[in-house]
């Protein structure tokens, strides 16, 4: 008896106990147990290799009449997108063999959905281009895997939007005769490299590009054989993403079968139930907009999928559809908290849950107050990367927290490169400072790298970090965790700046490569400044001109815009007569100067839409700093 009530004691107490010890017990737990599961789960995957693509066809067999997508007027079925998808498939067989790789270049449409999955049906790869980039940055992109140096070959194919052109947006600035002239731009290369191109309508009359849509409508809807796919193992590459990574031109991260799974599930992890109706308005060459396509299939779930993100459409769109999962980046929140003020209520809308990141702590709580009881859902992963956090408590301004089967490895940093003690080991950092985020090389961590690109993939890597031997990734990111365990974002070292506009990484040696090819300037030196009430930088080049050489805002707008992605296109240009002190530490300084007339002796210009660059004048500055001017 006496110990039947201890028993009962101890378990009363014990909830306490654990609470005081550690206040988020319950929800550390309750992660534990979907960490193992999803563990078990893809341990079966890699037994007996399982692809989403499998996971779509099985949820087709059992709701084929569930609504999958829905975009503006139209509606499909699991049914109907499988069909649509094997009409594209058989359109293509012709052309591509298993193995091949398919690059998409398309806008946010139904065909993007169908032509990826076209591509995994015929065993392919699909490459996802981002439609911002031009000339040799794109050509860039077909190089990246080709097929002498690599089993996987570019077989072909470059979509353009068959559609009207759209409007020009902040995110989503690319219309259709866009894409059809960037693509004409490098044609002449891109039939040397012997790559065949096709345009979503029914006629081409350009030479060197066929026509794509017709042959759809004509091909037939039968299932394509399983045997296409029969070589695939979880470590073939499922789809390549471009990221600007570090330095220089885009780079394929190399997304096996094995990454979309744990990416799904990382999205599954945060609570996305089969009722679920997701809202997609991010790219979908985009890590962020791919990823919530591939957990729609596992789940089974319908996708509402929008042409570009809208601030004033946002909760209409949501409303009318039933929206219960939203998606973000950290500007689309402040876009939405920035939006006025309306008469019908803001929180009247079936949003329970975000997923996302990138959201600042005063965005988060501002957009909770307004817009009511969403479970914001943080999640941290470079795309390339093999380490990533959740943020499943739902903490403010966290973007993910260790736990007791997950522990972070942080070391400590100095500027730009890791410290390392006398032996040449790198040190952990102290809880509570900022650290570099590595993480570790192995079985289940696997970094899979750029595709023919192992200069850049050794770039990533640290050796011999704790001890002689071990390896490791290096994300490039800072990071803090707290004595809790959370983890927030500091900030991100290297030659990139996550740009305000749409949460891009921009390369900064890329844009200043571009810079000096212009015929009046020696020297550039590229890097993002701070805008107050902006996430992310905006980009600003310092610039040495050739010797009796005018500074030409025109001429270098005209460059500019002919060859870097907006979001990639300095905002400000400051002149130097010099450029004094060695690369790194002189970018900081710049960056920190930022670009304040009154601070800055050298001339500064700034980027007037449609005018070129224009002197800099305290007025313009100060509306920006007040926000009346948006950039
Ligand atoms: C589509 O089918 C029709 C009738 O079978 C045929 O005449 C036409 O050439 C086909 N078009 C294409 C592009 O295959
Ligand atoms: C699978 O691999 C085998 C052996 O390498 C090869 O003969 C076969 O053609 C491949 N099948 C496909 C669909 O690629
Ligand atoms: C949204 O939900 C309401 C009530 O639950 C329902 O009446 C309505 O038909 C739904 N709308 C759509 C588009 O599913």
């Not at 973000?328 to 996302?356: F, Q, W």
Request: aromatic share 10%.
């Amino acid at each position: 008896m006496a110990a039947l009530i201890i028993a009962f004691t101890v378990l009363a107490v014990l909830p306490l106990v654990l609470y005081f010890i550690n206040p988020y017990f319950w929800e550390d737990f309750k992660f534990a147990v979907t960490l193992i599961r999803i563990g078990v789960r893809l341990n079966q995957i890699g037994k007996k290799f399982y692809s989403v693509l499998d996971c779509f066809l099985d949820k087709v067999a059992s709701h084929p009449h569930k609504t999958f997508l829905l975009f503006e007027e139209s509606s499909y079925s699991y049914s109907q997108a499988d069909k649509e998808s094997s009409k594209a498939a058989r359109a293509l067989s012709g052309c591509l063999e298993p193995g091949d790789t398919v690059a998409l270049l398309l806008g946010n449409e139904p065909m993007f959905v169908f032509l990826w999955l076209a591509a995994a049906k015929l065993g392919c790869t699909a490459a996802l281009l981002n439609c911002n980039l031009r000339s040799k940055s794109l050509l860039h992109c077909f190089s990246c895997c080709d097929a002498k140096e690599h089993i996987v070959k570019f077989g072909f194919l470059l979509c353009t939007l068959h559609r009207h052109g759209l409007r020009s947006h902040r995110f989503s600035d690319v219309s259709s005769s866009d894409l059809k002239a960037a693509v004409e731009e490098i044609l002449p290369t891109l039939k040397e490299q012997g790559i065949r191109v096709f345009i979503l309508s029914e006629h081409c009359d350009v030479e060197g590009i066929e026509s794509l849509s017709d042959k759809i409508n004509n091909a037939s809807d039968e299932p394509l054989s399983p045997q296409l796919r029969a070589n695939l193992t979880l470590k073939s590459p499922a789809l390549y993403i471009f990221t600007s990574g570090t330095t220089g031109l885009p780079k394929a991260a190399v997304i096996d079968h094995d990454r979309i799974w744990k990416a799904t599930f990382l999205q599954f992890m945060v609570g996305v139930r089969s009722d679920d109706i997701v809202y997609i308005n991010l790219p979908l060459y985009h890590t962020a907009g791919i990823f919530t396509a591939g957990v729609s299939l596992f789940v089974g779930i319908t996708i509402v999928l929008r042409r570009k993100f809208s601030a004033s459409n946002f909760w209409d769109d949501c409303r009318k559809h039933n929206v219960t999962v939203i998606q973000y980046i950290g500007e689309i929140m402040r876009y939405l908290c920035n939006t006025p003020k309306v008469k019908i209520s803001t929180k009247d809308h079936k949003v329970r849950l975000a997923v996302g990141n990138g959201i600042r702590a005063d965005a988060w709580a501002e957009f909770l107050q307004r817009f009511g009881d969403i479970r914001v859902c943080e999640c941290y992963g470079a795309t390339e990367g093999n380490a990533g956090f959740v943020n499943y408590i739902g903490k403010i301004g966290a973007i993910g927290k260790e736990h007791f089967l997950y522990k972070v490895r942080k070391q400590q940093i100095l500027k730009e490169e890791p410290v390392r003690d006398s032996k040449g080991f790198c040190m952990e950092v102290p809880v509570g400072e900022t650290g570099l985020l590595i993480g570790k090389i192995g079985k289940g961590t696997e970094f899979t790298g750029y595709a023919k690109n192992k200069q850049q993939t050794e770039k990533k890597k640290l050796r011999d970090v704790f001890v002689k031997g071990d390896l490791y990734f290096n994300s490039g990111d800072l990071l803090r965790i707290d004595k809790e365990g959370f983890v927030y974002f500091q900030d991100r070292i290297g030659d990139t700046f996550r740009s305000v506009w749409k949460g891009e990484n921009v390369a900064t040696t890329e844009v200043a490569d571009h810079l000096v090819m212009l015929d009046s300037v020696e020297e550039a030196n590229v890097y993002g400044v701070k805008v107050p009430g902006h996430e992310g930088r905006i980009g600003m080049a310092a610039l040495r001109l050739k010797e009796n050489m005018d500074f030409d805002g025109k001429a270098i707008y005209q460059h500019v815009k002919n060859c870097l992605p907006s979001y990639a296109r300095p905002r400000f240009i400051r002149l130097q007569v010099k450029m004094t002190g060695t690369y790194k530490p002189m970018k900081m300084k710049l960056a920190e100067e930022g670009f304040n007339p009154a601070v800055i002796e050298n001339p500064l210009f700034f980027l007037q839409d449609g005018q070129g660059y224009i002197p800099m004048t305290q007025e313009i500055f100060n509306s920006i700093t007040e926000g009346s001017l948006r950039l």
